[in-house]
């Protein structure tokens, strides 16, 4: 076979008279690279050989390890109070402020009905339907945004302080909640004001998702397993034994195959419990949120400012545990930033994303599965959010803004407890069904359980269609509709987002995470705004809240055929992260030596 692989009995001759070598350092993703290492004598004991394996299989960066991942999990919990706020309150009380300034159509000088579609407000001197105002808030917000995932995408991995990029957003986005207390009277003044800390927010929250998304590669690469009692056995064993060949290949392939599965079963630990201490804080907030609404006896028409007082409350809990988290997140040492002998440094800054930004486009196309995979996340995405911000706006607009307020809270609080057992459930059934699987099983697996999530998303936007006809009695129109979609839809889409992150972070060059996190979060911000602006045209024009439903169903279609059409085991390959396949054929090369 060559000068690069030595056989078992070759091992035991004298390694002055071989020129064979054999290496165990790992390789990207676990596997073991067999070239540029000179045997030693130390190679005649198999326990002294397996004594690297265990080394470079088995252990991993301390550094990263149980406290690492329990900082990085509280600093998930403590922006879920807020985000919750900001998801669902902040949009509430923007919508009660819109309703009590509003009047029908044709109507200046009337009071909008509780209930129903028909309230428009005057913006700049037009009429504008007061949920589209929402939707083309969205618009313009989400291409400042885009713009904001431009810069953090081209410098971030270039930066020796990612951690408190991450940690300085968290705590702005905390400190930006606590002032909406003060903004309860009814007034354009205060729904302008309401609406600028609401469109900052978002921006924070681009780029601590951005950074914390980043966070999930490195666990998946450096956080320390807790199998090393495997290659212990693996020297006892081969210590017993006189005969190597049979147990070389066997424990090695134990290993091996243990090594390649538990990468993906680390990014699905990481991914999920992310997630799930997000919606944790969410239920924690949603739950102080029931007891100020049930327990105060604000008037029915005046309900949103128990809400201000709930996003102000879960402001203070974001800025307190993020505080406590940043002191336990390792710092992640950037590359060294390219500034040029002759060109201002200032400039070169503010230039080098836009560079960098066609370069990653370039890049690309060498990780093409990786970019298959990020457009259809992206337009997913983009889906799911229009659904679930007319979906939240439907609910109230229904039953009777201000007249089913309690009742709203309680919706919120179900919706936070079903999006933490979905991605709780779907990490066992994944630990569960391949755990005796090699890669290329648990990749079927992801790919088969998007199919199944993306099918009933686009059931659900289907469904919110048919309210398009006024004589339609399905389409969001009941009590009941609202409360069994939001099980299943939230549930099953928090599911898709946490798979998104694991495949997505298989699929990433090391080093590359940040710019392709924040490129696939540029790709949807960058064309998710004229989604949001067309479905607010649409809502605008019809004055109807279930017509945009109508696109959106298109673009889950879309959707799960990109996702059909991505080859997740090929992109892991490009990046060196399938070392399942390497390791085989490695022992096989071993064997044949044999």
Not at 261 to 268: E, Q, T
Request: charged share 15%.
């Amino acid at each position: 076979m060559g000068n690069k692989v030595q056989s078992s009995r070759d091992l035991r001759k004298d390694s002055a008279s071989s020129n064979d070598n054999v290496d165990t350092t790992l390789l990207p993703g676990g596997g073991l690279d067999t070239a540029g290492y000179t045997p030693t004598p130390e190679l005649e004991t198999s326990s002294s050989i397996f004594k690297g394996l265990r080394e470079s299989v088995v252990d991993r960066d301390d550094t990263w390890g149980s406290k690492a991942l329990g900082s990085w999990l509280l600093l998930c919990y403590s922006t879920g109070p807020t985000s919750a706020m900001m998801r669902s309150y902040v949009i509430a009380s923007m919508q009660s402020i819109a309703h009590a300034l509003g009047h029908p159509k044709g109507n200046p000088g009337g009071k909008c009905p509780a209930r129903g579609d028909d309230c428009y407000i005057n913006i700049a001197g037009h009429d504008v339907q007061y949920m589209a105002y929402q939707l083309y808030l969205k618009a313009a917000y989400t291409s400042v945004e885009g713009l904001l995932a431009i810069m953090l995408m081209g410098l971030a991995d270039y930066s020796n302080y990612r951690g408190w990029l991450m940690i300085s957003s968290i705590f702005m986005y905390g400190a930006l909640a606590v002032p909406f207390v003060g903004f309860a009277a009814q007034t354009y003044t205060n729904l302008i004001a309401i609406t600028v800390l609401y469109c900052v927010m978002l921006c924070c929250n681009t780029i601590y998702t951005i950074t914390e998304g980043s966070y999930i590669p490195i666990f998946m690469t450096r956080m320390k397993s807790n199998n090393g009692n495997i290659s212990e056995e693996l020297d006892l064993e081969l210590e017993s034994r006189r005969g190597f060949k049979d147990s070389f290949l066997t424990k090695w392939r134990k290993v091996s195959r243990s090594s390649s599965s538990s990468m993906l079963h680390r990014g699905a630990k990481a991914s999920v419990w992310g997630l799930i201490m997000g919606n944790l804080g969410g239920i924690t907030a949603m739950i102080i949120a029931m007891i100020i609404t049930q327990t105060r006896n604000t008037p029915t028409r005046e309900k949103y400012k128990d809400f201000l007082l709930s996003i102000t409350v879960a402001g203070c809990i974001t800025i307190v545990l993020g505080s406590i988290a940043s002191l336990g997140i390792p710092s992640v040492s950037g590359r060294p930033f390219p500034f040029k002998k002759n060109e201002n440094r200032l400039l070169t800054i503010v230039k080098f994303p836009f560079i960098r930004l066609v370069h990653i486009i370039k890049d690309l196309l060498q990780y093409r599965e990786a970019f298959k995979f990020a457009i259809a996340w992206v337009i997913w995405n983009i889906a799911y959010s229009n659904f679930m911000q007319l979906f939240m706006n439907s609910f109230r607009t229904r039953l009777g803004i201000g007249q089913s307020d309690k009742e709203y809270t309680v919706w919120q609080f179900t919706n936070y407890i079903v999006a933490c057992m979905g991605p709780l459930v779907w990490m066992y059934v994944f630990r569960w069904a391949s755990a005796s699987q090699n890669t290329k099983a648990q990749v079927r697996f992801l790919k088969y359980t998007s199919y199944c999530i993306l099918a009933f998303g686009t059931l659900a936007n289907f469904w919110g269609s048919l309210g398009s006809s006024r004589s339609s009695p399905l389409g969001f129109k009941n009590r009941w509709e609202f409360w069994f979609f939001l099980v299943f839809f939230v549930s099953s889409s928090s599911v898709i987002r946490s798979l998104n992150r694991v495949a997505y972070s298989a699929m990433l060059p090391e080093g590359k995470e940040n710019q392709y996190f924040g490129l696939e979060i540029m790709l949807g911000l960058a064309t998710g705004w004229s989604q949001s602006l067309i479905i607010g045209v649409i809502q605008d024009r019809t004055g109807n809240s279930n017509t945009p439903y109508i696109p959106n169903t298109a673009l889950m279609l879309i959707a799960m055929m990109l996702y059909y059409w991505c080859d997740i085991e090929k992109g892991m390959d490009q990046v060196g992260k399938l070392g399942l396949m390497r390791r085989k054929n490695i022992v096989n090369i071993i064997s044949d030596n044999e």
